[in-house]
């Protein structure tokens, strides 16, 4: 993970600076996002589907099978600004499935999982020197909606086939005071020097496994660390295109100080008309107490005999059509 750490911060710096000076130089029409500009409360939600369903009765030979899935986005967020502080909030759900249809007895039958992140972020921020300089404290919490099994199934596939997800296991709670650089309303960087960090794994057999970051025969993980948290939100081209990235760095002084973990979240949204978007989303994960399902095989499939769990970096992509309001 060393060796992307210095490569994300400079795509997000770069990204940073490149965008802000689209902005500045050639794009002077751009008027900032309605949600920042506003005192006092702002409310927005957004809703984006990803829905694609095909039956198929009685099938050409060769010709494929029946396939339905269902997911998408859904985030609500509440935002709150006057002269003196900011407090910006948002609840976000990422959420896949999907379905085939058989073609062999051995295959298996239900719905697998493609993506389940519920995520809650707040951040706090008052004035404390000039127009720049807040002091400030952030809250991360995620965790999981759907019973998962071993196989990736929403249901055992068979006897042997166990649980290792579920709502609230694991639950990662991320608290970091700290002081917050915010020279304007679309770029910040926050650092806390002891920023504590707490995993809880509610079910009692998915904490046993030690897969989802908890101590060895605990149901909690506690972590005590310094944290930076770099933030970039911009609309161009008379708001028809959006950037919105956050970039979290997290090393553990506790544990493996040198091993940082990493959370990069990307969402690129083009206005197609009134209300509704396309929106490209891109995450970069790595918890050095985390294990992931690793192809050691290379045979394609994640999880199967010969491979092996362990804390790895986790690349997830998505294109979604999404509706968004602010009130």
Do not use: C
């Not at 927005?44 to 095909?54: C, I, K, P, S, W």
């Not at 399902?293 to 970096?313: F, H, L, M, R, S």
């Amino acid at each position: 993970m060393q060796k992307l750490l210095f490569p994300l911060l400079m795509v997000f710096l770069a990204t940073s600076t490149l965008l802000g000076q689209a902005g500045d130089d050639r794009l002077k029409e751009v008027s900032n996002m309605a949600a920042e500009d506003k005192m006092g409360w702002t409310l927005g939600t957004g809703v984006g589907l990803d829905l694609a369903g095909m039956g198929i009765i009685n099938p050409l030979v060769g010709g494929g099978t029946s396939r339905f899935g269902l997911g998408g986005l859904g985030t609500f967020m509440a935002k709150n600004k006057s002269e003196k502080s900011f407090w910006n909030n948002q609840v976000s759900l990422q959420l896949s499935v999907q379905k085939l249809g058989r073609s062999a007895l051995n295959q298996p039958d239900g719905f697998q999982k493609n993506l389940d992140v519920l995520r809650l972020t707040s951040t706090y921020g008052h004035k404390i020197i000039g127009e720049k300089w807040y002091i400030s404290a952030d809250l991360l919490a995620q965790s999981q909606l759907l019973k998962t099994y071993a196989s990736n199934y929403l249901s055992p596939l068979d006897s042997a086939d166990h649980v290792v997800s579920n709502f609230l296991s694991p639950l990662l709670i991320q608290l970091s005071p700290g002081i917050t650089f915010k020279p304007n309303d679309h770029f910040s960087v926050q650092y806390s020097p002891f920023a504590l960090r707490f995993i809880y794994v509610a079910d009692d057999t998915i904490a046993s496994l030690n897969i989802q970051g908890n101590d060895n025969g605990k149901n909690t993980f506690t972590g005590l660390g310094s944290e930076l948290v770099g933030r970039y939100t911009n609309k161009f081209y008379g708001d028809r295109i959006a950037y919105n990235g956050t970039l979290r760095l997290f090393s553990n002084y506790l544990q493996g100080p040198q091993n940082i973990d990493v959370l990069f979240a990307n969402n690129l949204s083009v206005q197609l008309f009134k209300g509704f978007s396309l929106d490209l989303l891109g995450e970069v994960f790595y918890d050095q107490d985390v294990k992931m399902n690793i192809d050691t095989n290379d045979n394609g499939v994640y999880g199967d005999a010969g491979d092996k769990q362990a804390p790895a970096t986790q690349l997830t992509g998505a294109f979604l059509l999404k509706y968004n309001k602010i009130f």
